[in-house]
């Protein structure tokens, strides 16, 4: 009867598992769902729910890094407050970011998550107020690459990362970034990892834009209309799609005579 009891509470507990694995499974499905429509809140709800069940869970949590990146980026920003909030917000992408990589140290999305979440941190303070940040930015977004985990789409979104990072860097002046440990920025670099970062995932708008206005800056002219069109035919993936196509769009005009 002893034997019966132990072999009934563990195939229970095996069961036990099993069904918050497939909870977990079809709550991560639906969070992606919304997130596909750029609807965050709802994505936030879902994500934290799955949070709740399985908190060491590094899928959920870099997810969870990512909606508050897409939530911080919406928010606005006319006031101080509302600047503190977006700020606060962006943090807590970081948190979560931090908490994905200690649960999954050797997967590319986690580091590859805390690189966009410290990329926003830099850009909201300025590049030259926190360079060490940005050098953080660097190494991890070169350690998902690394790691070649995540399929096309991460590795294509990593080497995009390292391409806009290179280029936002060096767009500053080079013996100020030099003084900052910044003097590694090259946009040539940029201009190599944006196209590998096409040739991997050639399904995102901002690639295109962000490689176009590299190439616009060593006077490639051609190659960046081809981008700027090409960019403008791509089917909406991301919530800034709409704005990035609207960039592109201006950038032709701007360039039209070069």
């Known amino acids: 009867m002893k034997k019966i009891s132990l072999y009934a509470i563990t195939a229970l507990f095996l069961f036990s598992l099993q069904l918050k694995a497939q909870i977990v499974d079809q709550l991560i499905e639906e969070g992606d769902k919304y997130y596909s429509q750029f609807n965050n809140e709802k994505a936030l709800e879902v994500f934290t729910k799955a949070e709740k069940i399985d908190p060491d869970n590094w899928e959920i949590l870099w997810r969870l890094s990512r909606t508050f990146v ?3 980026d919406r928010m606005p920003t006319s006031t101080d407050e509302q600047e503190d909030a977006q700020l606060a917000t962006f943090q ?6 931090d908490k994905a990589i200690k649960q ?5 999305a986690t580091y590859l998550r805390r690189a966009i979440a410290n990329g926003k941190i830099a850009l909201f303070k300025g590049v030259f107020s926190v360079a060490g940040v940005v050098n953080s930015v660097r190494a991890d977004v070169e350690k998902a690459i690394q790691l070649n985990s995540g399929g096309n789409f991460v590795q294509g979104v990593a080497h995009y990362v390292l391409a806009r990072t290179h280029a936002k860097t060096s767009d500053k002046w080079k013996p100020a970034r030099a003084i900052l440990g910044l ?3 090259d946009n040539e670099v940029a201009i190599k990892e944006y196209k590998k970062a096409i040739e991997l995932y050639p399904n995102y708008v901002m690639f295109y834009v962000d490689y176009a206005h590299s190439l616009i800056r060593e006077d490639e002219y051609k190659t960046a209309r081809e981008m700027l ?3 403008l035919t ?3 993936a991301h919530q800034d799609d709409e704005k990035r196509k609207a960039e592109a769009k201006q950038t032709l005009i701007d360039i039209k005579d070069e």
């Open 70 to 72: 897409d939530i911080g």
């Open 92 to 97: 807590k992408a970081l948190e979560y970011a």
């Open 104 to 108: 999954g140290p050797n997967q590319s």
């Open 183 to 185: 003097g590694w920025a």
């Open 229 to 231: 069109n090409k960019a």
């Open 234 to 236: 791509i089917t909406d």
